[in-house]
């Protein structure tokens, strides 16, 4: 079964942030809104566009999310 994109995301947290992938993850670790639960690319992204002024470029999105794809297969 698949896990979901916080999840993984999630396995991505360091103490000190070494790139922007990890930073991400650590912001969304206290995102209390984050969509925990969901793999849906559309979902995550629409939420993180509207409500997340941590992230600084979709473009790190994008990176994780091929990152997670890849540890799904």
């Known amino acids: 079964m698949r896990?979901?994109?916080f999840q993984w995301l999630m396995?991505?947290?360091?103490?000190?942030?070494?790139?922007?992938?990890?930073?991400f993850a650590n912001a969304a670790f206290y995102d209390q809104q984050f969509p925990k639960q969901s793999s849906n690319f559309e979902k995550i992204?629409?939420?993180l566009e509207e409500?997340?002024?941590?992230?600084?470029?979709?473009?790190?999105?994008?990176?994780?999310?091929?990152?997670?794809?890849?540890?799904?297969?």
């Open 3 to 5: 896990r979901s994109f």
């Open 11 to 23: 396995t991505q947290r360091q103490p000190v942030a070494a790139d922007e992938v990890e930073t």
């Open 45 to 47: 992204s629409v939420y």
């Open 51 to 73: 409500n997340a002024s941590y992230l600084h470029s979709m473009t790190i999105f994008d990176q994780a999310w091929e990152m997670y794809l890849a540890s799904e297969e």
